[in-house]
């Protein structure tokens, strides 16, 4: 009823989790059953180990959270040869967020993760929160085109390019990335926001500016996968303050084939299943058969 396929990548429910939420999954597994998520996509792995940005990294914001992490991870090497093994125990598909500084580094990530165990690969051209141009992938078609071909020439592994909100037309990047060779888009990340310590007259993020998840964002988030959805023909994935089931059905109303799960892991650590449960239910209600049937069916001739 609720088993979709995406770009290949066979998942048991439309409710992944997103990238840099979860953590690579292990360390959910004490909360909740692994093996009855979607599929679980690890936070940003990038070519050298990273420690990521100093000072606050998280601010708490009305109806959401800033952050900015800075990518903090061991690095690919690491990943494959320590953290992919622990996660051949369950029965879940794991998809790698990788983050390139350069075209080339997105290639040779590409090429590094082309191992067993890893089901599929996420672009991440839209990270807000990393000074070495981090945030210029995401805005640029061209270089959004660049990175997506450079993953696509080094992997047959499914590709999904995580799209940036903070554009002016989310369509045309849509557009590039599927042009590219991108299997599916995500979207959205984080928006850029900023918070200010009035005692101290100071930031309170370390990296003055991060980005913004939670419920505050998914009405920015609704509106984009809604576009993208109408535009493109490949798998869209949609994220963006979803806490309930009810809003992941408003996402594949609108369009979206999935729905990821961030904010809401830090909240509640089953918020992906449970949404999963939730979803069912509400087919169920409905006298429906499957997922599918409600994907794209929003009445918008208003």
């Known amino acids: 009823m609720i088993a979709v396929e995406i770009a290949g990548i066979k998942m048991k429910t439309p409710v992944m989790t997103a990238s840099g939420t979860f953590g690579s999954g292990p360390e959910y597994a004490d909360f909740v059953d692994l093996n009855k998520i979607g599929a679980i996509v690890v936070k940003g792995t990038t070519l050298a180990p990273r420690d990521g940005n100093k000072g606050r990294r998280i601010a708490e914001t009305p109806a959401g959270m ?9 690095g690919v090497d690491e990943f494959v040869g320590r953290i992919l093994p622990g996660l051949a125990r369950y029965d879940v598909p794991v998809i790698v967020n990788i983050a390139g500084f350069t075209v080339d580094e997105f290639g040779e990530l590409a090429a590094r993760l082309n191992v ?29 085109a660049a990175a997506v071909k450079a993953v696509r020439r080094n992997t047959k592994l499914p590709v999904i390019t995580k799209l940036s909100p903070n554009v002016t037309d989310i369509v045309s990047v849509a557009k590039a990335a599927e042009d590219a060779g991108s299997d599916a888009v995500s979207l959205i990340n984080t928006l850029v926001g900023m918070t200010i310590d009035i005692h101290r007259w100071r930031p309170e993020l370390g990296n003055v500016t ?7 964002v998914k009405p920015v988030a609704l509106r984009m996968v809604w576009q993208v959805a109408r535009a493109v023909k490949c798998p869209v994935i949609g994220m963006g303050g979803i806490m309930t089931a009810g809003d992941a059905v408003e996402f594949l109303l609108a369009g979206a084939r999935a729905v990821a799960v961030g904010t809401a892991n830090f909240v509640n ?34």
Do not use: F, Q, T
């Open 269 to 302: 650590p089953r918020a992906s299943v449970e949404i999963a449960e939730g979803i069912k239910d509400y087919l169920v209600e409905r006298g429906l058969r499957h997922v599918s049937e409600i994907v794209g069916k929003v009445n918008d001739n208003i």
């Open 116 to 144: 067993p165990g890893v089901a599929g690969l996420e672009v991440n051209v839209s990270c807000p929160n990393v000074k070495e141009g981090g945030i210029a992938w995401g805005v640029d078609c061209a270089n959004v």
């Open 210 to 216: 991060g980005g913004l998840s939670g419920p505050a």
């Open 66 to 74: 800033l952050n900015c992490i800075g990518l903090e991870n061991p």
